[in-house]
Structure formats: C-alpha cells, structure tokens
C-alpha cells in the first residue's frame, strides 16, 4: 500500500470522530495516573509525590496496542530510540534512552532485574515479551542507580505482567494476521479461588518478513526473507498464606528461531539462523504489618544464543550461554504520616558458559532512602548505595531528589545523583579484547523540569531538562578499556490534553552528546517528535492516528567508506481502529503503519518495511 492510500486509511479513521460522540465515554490516558502508585520506585510513591520524570503506559494503552511489538510501544515514548524498532521485526534491538548507547537502561519484569551475562553489554532483550502478556509499563527517566544498581544510568524500564483475576476462571486471548505473512495467537487463564490467584499464557507468534539486509544499490540480485517464528510462556501465581503474608512464584519460558543475513548489504544462506532461549523462574514475597512491610525477590534466570552463520564466507557456528540468581531483600517503615524509610540489600550472580570457561562475577549492595512527603508544598526523596563487587571493588552512588508544588497545578521538581554500570562478562573474560583491569562506568547527573496540571488534570504539559556526565566509558578498539569521559544533555516536552471524548499528547526530545573523540551520537537523532490523537467514536468504537518524526543522525558506512555517514530524517504514520461486540467482551481491531520514506536503508544497509498492518480479534470469556 502507497503513501497516499495510508493517508486514506487514516482519514477514514478520523472521519469516524464525527459519528455518534458520547460526551461522557472515558478515554484512557496517562492524565489519569498521577496518583497511580508507581511500584518501580519501591517507595510506593503516587506520581504526584516523587520528583522523579516517570512515565506510566497503562493497560488501556496495551490492550490498544495489539497491532505492535515491544519495542513498537517503547520506540513511541519521548526520550527513547529503539535501534532496528522500525526495521525487520525479527532484528535485535537495542534501547538508546536519552543519549545514552545500549546497555545503560535498566529493564525490570516485575521490580526485578533483568540481564543476560551472556551478551556483550548485558542487556535484556526486548524480543523476548510479547506485549499481550503485559499488564502496565513503568519508565522512570534519570539515574537510578542507588535503587537499582548497574545499568541504571540512563533510567529503567519496569515491565509489570498480568496477574490474578476475577473470581472463578476468565479465559482471554488475542488473534492477529498482518502482512508479511504475519501470525499470532496468545491464549490465557486467570482467575482467583479463595487465598489463591493465577494467570497463565502462551504467545506464538510467527512471520515471513523481509530481508533484513538491503539490496545494494544498482544489484539486480534477490535476497530471500528473514523470517521467525517464537513461543512464549508466562506464569503468575498468588498465595495468600494469611492476611499479612503472600507469596507469588512465577515461571517464564521463551523460544525463538530467527533467521539472519551475512552483513547489512549481503544475504546469508537459508540455515543461517539465531535461535534465543529464556528461561526464568522465582518468587516475589511479601510480608505487612501495621506501619511497615518486608519485601524478598528472587529470580533464576538463563540465557542462550545458539547462532548459526556464513560470515565472511565461511560457516560458522557459536554458542552464548549466561546464568543469573538475583536476591532483592527490602525494608519498607513508615516513620509518621510524612516520612518513610527503605533499607536493602542486593546480590546479583552472573556467570558465562562459553567452550573453554565458565568465569562468573559477583555484585553485592546495600541500599537505602528517606522519602519525606506531602510536607505542606515539599516532598523530598535522598538515598546513597554501597556496592561491592569481586573483581574492581567497591564504589558509592546516591541521590537527591526535591519537588515543590507551588501550586495545585505547577509542580517544580529536580535530582542530582550518580550512577554506574558494571564491566560485563564478556568484557572481563571474553574471547576478544579482554580485560580484568576494567573499573565500572560512571556519571553524574542532572536533572530539573517542571509539570503543569490545569482543569481537573484536562490538560498537562511536563518539561524536563537533563545532563549526565559519563566517565570510564568502556570502549572497544582492539580490545575493551576505559575511556576518559563522555557528555549528553537535552530536554524533553510532552503536552497532553483530553476533551469530551478526544484524548492527544505528543512529544519533543532533543538530545546531543560526544562519544570520545567524535561531537555526534550514532543511531540518536537530535530531534525527535511524536503526536498521537484518539476518540472513542462511538460507545463501542475507538480510533486513533498516531505520527512521529525521527531528525538527521549518524550511523556507521557498511560498505567501503571509514567515515561516518549523516542520515536523512523520516517519518511515520500509524491509524488503530478499535470496535466492541458482545458487552465488550470481544473487540476486533486493525492497526496499521506506514514509514513515509525508505532511503536511509540504501545508506545503512538494512532493509525497513514500508507499510504493514495487523487485524484481530481480542477475546475475554469469563
């Protein structure tokens, strides 16, 4: 489908807003979740108390993204660019969050920490979750370090999946096909007896695709496409053991077969392939009383990449396999009605299995903050953070984060803190570039805004600035050490408004920094934008459009230039249409999106598709 049947598309959606208005249906939108209880700051903090720039993507912005991936949603938030987000979907993806490169954002399923030991930067692969198993995201923007540790440099990304249910037993589910041959089912079971709730789902999800390298430029050859097919399995249970202690296991269990090409402008063989496997399991715990609770986390988790290639002509075959044990233990006191305190202690094991060792590293913390609230205008959070670790030492961070509300609907807010990111396994003991003389990276970080709330919170508008200053970057050259130091700043604007049943926000980030010798960041443009509008239609129908806009940036030439290449900018157009039947317990939808020019990828060498949709059906039979 062409550019100008996509705008089609979206004009019809929008011409749905003028038929039968309902002025009093209720639109989901984040203006409603200021007092939502932001778990991921494990302070249980409303929004409107903390400091900290969070945001919150509610169910009901899930349950309208059917249409999208993961790293869709995430690609759509202000500050944050999703690598390969708009490219084949079965690409790896990597999160630049404000600036920052891959491997300084945090990723959280359920409060607890995410990591794969066995990748080069440590991060969590966003392929992994299939968003029909979601029930809410928390993004909380900044360092957070004395919270959470390593990684937490640029923020976190607390990922919160669905639990329990009504009483008795809900079956539920999503059924999807798009282009490129595209399937996916995901089938689920919740509910609750007394003391006792569980939800249970399995995702399969499977696609032709594109090739994921582009043809060069002037070739008349055919590359085949770089499909995949993933199953995923997700598990919560929740035992109430009395009234003041509950214990809630989970197990997840992913598999994905992806194939792959040789480089960004040569096709592989068709048994070239990457196939990714996860298992985790473990337990959150809690125990309340009267003014306080005790908080036990654990997580097993293990990672495996089995890659098979023809790089450089010749086959290829290699194995990545990472083991993680994370125990959070931590304290929660109320000390009055305006003061609470948490203490903690953390323990993160990681270990690398490769063919001829098996090295694994220790990271053990103690942590705490003080969280004074609702002091007539003043709310005030401080924490620092120890942590020790068997290869570089010990090392501190901490934080301070004031807010002011100077008024019901202007509220001034700001943090200073430090943060750090630990040197990887594959730093430390890999087979290339290894070095056990590594220190952990390190910043500072500034940052201030302010948030304006007007006409019942109708109408919002939050400004942000930040800077963070990154020194002992760790860089590879010939082989991995700490560089001097790296800098990022820039600001963010996200206006939002509901009216009768329209419901719009947008954003506008900027963002530039050096990395070492160069004055640009590679992958991050300078300027982002994003614009999405909805209206409940009608009583059961629900549209939206939504557009972004990604600046000029660089990215490294494939081919035979050793400079790097300045990009063009491009833009993309997305329509979702929502429709209820049977009391709303069964709705169909479409979701549909369009990137408006393709050029870059002639540069970069990686195919990106024009225009793909999805249509099904969402089911929920109790």
Do not use: C, W
């Not at 208005?21 to 209720?26: D, G, I, R």
């Not at 939108?29 to 209880?37: A, E, F, G």
């Not at 500072?444 to 805004?449: D, K, L, P, R």
């Not at 490294?556 to 209820?580: H, N």
């Amino acid at each position: 489908m062409n550019k100008k049947r996509m705008l089609t598309v979206a004009g019809l959606g929008l011409a749905q807003l003028m038929i039968g208005q309902v002025a009093n249906a209720q639109t989901p939108d984040s203006l409603q979740l200021k007092d939502v209880v932001i778990s991921a700051t494990k302070n249980d903090q409303k929004q409107s108390q903390t400091g900290k720039v969070v945001t919150i993507i509610s169910r009901e912005v899930l349950e309208r993204s059917n249409g999208k991936s993961l790293p869709d949603l995430l690609n759509e938030q202000a500050g944050i660019i999703i690598s390969g987000g708009n490219s084949n979907q079965g690409k790896d993806k990597s999160i630049f969050f404000r600036g920052s490169g891959s491997g300084y954002t945090l990723v959280l399923i359920d409060g607890i920490v995410q990591n794969d030991p066995a990748s080069v930067s440590g991060t969590f692969d966003l392929r992994l979750f299939s968003i029909d198993q979601i029930d809410h995201i928390e993004i909380l923007k900044g360092g957070q370090s004395t919270i959470y540790g390593s990684d937490a440099v640029a923020g976190v990304i607390n990922i919160v999946t669905k639990k329990g249910g009504p009483k008795g037993n809900t079956i539920y589910g999503v059924a999807s096909a798009g282009s490129y041959e595209t399937y996916k089912g995901t089938i689920g079971l919740n509910g609750a007896v007394e003391g006792f709730t569980y939800n249970i789902n399995y995702t399969h999800f499977k696609t032709d695709g594109i090739s994921e390298a582009a043809t060069p430029v002037g070739s008349a050859a055919m590359f085949d496409k770089d499909g995949f097919k993933t199953d995923g399995l997700n598990a919560n249970f929740g035992i109430k053991l009395d009234k003041n202690f509950s214990v809630n296991p989970f197990l997840r269990y992913f598999y994905g077969n992806y194939k792959i090409d040789e480089d960004a402008f040569t096709d592989g063989l068709p048994t070239n392939n990457s196939i990714l496997k996860q298992f985790s399991a473990g337990f959150n715990s809690e125990y309340k009383f009267n003014t306080g609770k005790i908080t036990l986390n654990y997580s097993h988790e293990s990672n495996s990449n089995d890659v098979s290639s023809s790089y450089a002509g010749f086959e290829s075959k290699f194995l990545n396999f990472g083991k993680l044990n994370v125990v959070d233990l931590f304290y929660n006191q109320k000390l009055g009605n305006k003061l609470d305190l948490l203490v903690g202690i953390d323990n993160r094991k990681m270990k690398l299995v490769t063919d001829t060792k098996n090295p694994t590293t220790n990271i053990f913390a103690a942590y705490g903050s003080l969280f004074l609230h609702d002091l007539s205008v003043f709310n005030l959070e401080v924490g620092g953070r120890y942590n020790k670790h068997d290869q570089y030492g010990e090392n501190y961070t901490y934080s301070v984060t004031p807010s002011i509300n100077i008024i019901k609907e202007v509220k001034l807010f700001g943090t200073v803190s430090t943060a750090f990111k630990i040197p990887t396994l594959n730093m430390l003991f890999g087979q290339y570039g290894a070095n056990l003389d590594l220190k952990p990276e390190k910043s500072q970080n500034y940052e201030a805004g302010v948030n304006f709330s007007f006409v019942d919170d109708q109408f919002s508008l939050r400004l942000a600035g930040f800077k963070r200053d990154l020194t002992d970057a760790i860089v590879y050259t010939t082989g991995y050490f700490n560089q001097a130091s790296q800098k990022f700043k820039g600001f963010e604007v996200e206006p939002a408004a509901k009216f009768s049943v329209f419901n719009i926000n947008g954003y506008y980030a900027y963002v530039e920094g050096n990395a070492g010798t160069s004055n640009y960041l590679i992958r991050r443009p300078k300027h982002t934008f994003g614009l999405n509008a909805g209206a409940q239609a009608t009583k059961n129908l629900y549209v939206s459009a939504n557009f972004r806009y990604f600046g000029n940036r660089y990215d490294t030439y494939f081919t035979t230039k050793s400079i790097d290449e300045l990009l063009p900018s491009y833009k993309l157009l997305s329509a979702y249409a929502e429709y209820a039947l049977a009391k709303r317990r069964v709705k169909l939808f479409f979701d549909a999106k369009n990137i408006l020019n393709e050029k870059y990828s002639e540069i970069i060498g990686y195919n990106t598709p024009g225009f793909n949709f999805n249509t099904g059906v969402i089911f929920n039979i109790h």
